[in-house]
């Protein structure tokens, strides 16, 4: 069975995306900060996307290796991403590239069939995406890179449950610019 982690760079009070999906509140990351989050898609088999989310890396990705004053590091990242299969969740696209699969269905329903799958780790990404895996308790780990920032609003990194999800830190560190990265896993 495969591992789902659902991780995200995230302010102090909670939010992925400030008022207006305004994701600028953090600032480029650290270059440390960033080797991890590549690291960590290195590490992963499979991504799954929301449409939000997809459409923000997908605007991007794709081509930044060919970007004037891309470095190493975004070049790498940028090939990973192309490379690495992918999962687009939703009801509106109607078009995915870069070795991307799009479901138009259920969406908790294809990923319970993806993670009784033998294979590696899926990381989940979009809160809205996320919300729907957290409230059908298939997510097993959460990544928070959280940034010492207030944008009192926004996008949540956790929605509304319906019951108590009990998690076990395993990992604590820290990043420059005070970005506090926690890893927790789900206590079954």
Do not use: C
Request: charged share 20%; aromatic share 10%; proline share 6%.
């Amino acid at each position: 069975m495969r591992k789902l982690i659902y991780g995200m760079n995230v302010t102090l009070d909670g939010y992925i995306a400030a008022p207006g999906d305004d994701i600028g509140w953090g600032g480029p990351p650290s270059d440390e900060l960033f080797q991890f989050w590549s690291d960590q898609l290195q590490a992963t088999d499979l991504s799954l996307y929301g449409r939000k989310l997809w459409r923000t890396m997908s605007s991007h990705w794709p081509t930044a290796d060919r970007q004037p004053g891309a470095t190493p590091a975004e070049t790498e990242f940028a090939r990973r991403w192309r490379d690495m299969p992918k999962v687009v969740f939703s009801s509106t696209v109607d078009k995915v590239d870069w070795n991307t699969r799009l479901v138009t269905g259920d969406a908790v329903a294809e990923i319970t069939r993806l993670k009784a799958e033998d294979g590696g780790p899926m990381d989940i990404g979009g809160a809205t995406l996320a919300a729907a895996a957290l409230r059908a308790g298939l997510i097993d780990e959460y990544v928070l890179a959280t940034a010492p920032v207030l944008v009192g609003g926004g996008t949540p990194f956790f929605t509304a449950l319906e019951n108590w999800v009990n998690l076990n830190l395993v990992e604590t560190r820290t990043f420059p610019g005070g970005v506090l990265l926690t890893r927790y896993e789900t206590r079954r």
